[in-house]
């Protein structure tokens, strides 16, 4: 049974830093290409940061150069490291699968950044 727990959002001002977990379970990480996604009131869910089976990463345009994504497999958790946030960046924020998510999507966790 496939299960996704997000952690780690909170209330920071513009500029600040956060530090998003995904604990899984029912399936291992590393195995997947792995993703975060976010999504602000009245918009569409989007991919912002995801990784490969391999390693290599990719990110949104909104988010290049600020956000980092890892996976430490010994904890079957993927991470998401935010810096220089912005306002926009506002969210709640899900991790899935890449390309055909999970149907459990987890509870996610809010990111607040005020100006």
């Known amino acids: 049974q496939v299960r996704l727990v997000e952690s780690g959002g909170g209330l920071v001002q513009s500029g600040g830093s956060l530090r998003l977990s995904c604990v899984a379970s029912g399936f291992i990480v590393s195995l997947k290409d792995m993703g975060w996604y976010r999504q602000a009131p009245g918009k569409q869910r989007e991919l912002v940061a995801s990784?490969?089976?391999?390693?290599?990463?990719d990110y949104a345009d909104s988010v290049k150069g600020r956000f980092t994504i890892s996976r430490d497999n010994a904890k079957n958790t993927v991470y998401l490291e935010m810096n220089s946030l912005k306002p926009e960046d506002t969210a709640v924020y899900y991790c899935n699968r890449v390309g055909v998510p999970y149907d459990s999507w987890g509870q996610g966790t809010q990111v607040t950044v005020s100006s």
């Open positions: 990784i490969t089976r391999g390693g290599s990463t």
